[in-house]
């Protein structure tokens, strides 16, 4: 069955940098695209950043220029790279696999457990 486990989240202060990594098995990860999705407290979910099984990218407005997605299919991993972490980016970040190989990502249908990061001044 499909598995998400993500790391690398915790406590930073403003202007910090954090990386997050999911390493995913039980599918074939490099026909997928890839998805990190947040949900800050008493909000909904967010799409944070997408790779598609191509390497193109996409990313939320509010973390462009600070936030960058990779893969790599020879790890089945995924990363997010987070530099200039704000207080408003503290949520917890879920790795997920879209039903697709696009950018646009039209579907997630595995989600990870999460991983908090807390932006604290």
């Known amino acids: 069955q499909v598995q998400l486990v993500e790391s690398g989240g915790g406590l930073v202060q403003p202007g910090g940098s954090l990386r997050l990594s999911c390493a995913a098995s039980?599918?074939?990860?490099?026909?997928?695209?890839m998805t990190w999705v947040r949900q800050a407290p008493g909000k909904g979910l967010e799409r944070v950043s997408t790779?598609?099984?191509?390497?193109?990218?996409g990313v939320l407005l509010s973390v462009k220029g600070r936030f960058a997605i990779s893969r790599d299919n020879s790890k089945n991993t995924v990363h997010l790279q987070m530099n200039n972490l704000k207080p408003e980016d503290t949520a917890v970040y879920y790795c997920?696999?879209?039903?697709?190989?696009?950018?646009?990502?039209?579907?997630?249908?595995?989600r990870g457990q999460g991983t908090q990061v807390t932006v604290y001044s």
């Open positions: 039980g599918f074939a990860f490099s026909n997928y695209a």
């Open positions: 997920a696999k879209c039903s697709d190989d696009l950018v646009t990502c039209g579907q997630i249908d595995n």
């Open positions: 790779i598609s099984a191509g390497g193109t990218t």
